[in-house]
């Protein structure tokens, strides 16, 4: 069964960091494109950093510039490095896999609130 179980939300207060995991269980990271992506309250699931197979990396531009996205493969993790917080990150973010020959799975999300 697939399982990608996200960790590391928390309070943090304006202007500061937060590192966020996403621990793989029946699935390669390796083989999966990966991504995270948050819903804050009232508004729509957005965008925040993709890892494809092949390395390349995107970001939406809310996020450029403050956080950066990093694949662990021997951890089968992805982690989300987020710098520079502001009022706009709070959110629930989730981890996403994705296979072109199968289903996306998601994790249950972990909240981030940034206290401003």
């Known amino acids: 069964q697939v399982q990608l179980v996200e960790s590391g939300g928390g309070l943090v207060q304006a202007g500061g960091s937060m590192r966020l995991s996403c621990a793989a269980s029946?699935?390669?990271?390796?083989?999966?494109?990966m991504g995270w992506y948050r819903q804050a309250p009232g508004k729509q699931r957005e965008l925040v950093a993709t890892v494809l197979v092949g390395g390349r990396i995107n970001y939406g531009d809310s996020v450029k510039g403050r956080f950066t996205i990093s694949r662990d493969t021997d951890k089968n993790t992805i982690y989300l490095q987020m710098n520079s917080l502001n009022d706009v990150d709070t959110a629930v973010y989730y981890c996403?896999?994705?296979?072109?020959?199968?289903?996306?799975?998601w994790g249950q999300g972990t909240r981030v609130t940034v206290a401003s």
């Open positions: 996403n896999a994705q296979s072109p020959y199968a289903s996306s799975y």
């Open positions: 029946g699935i390669s990271v390796a083989i999966y494109n």
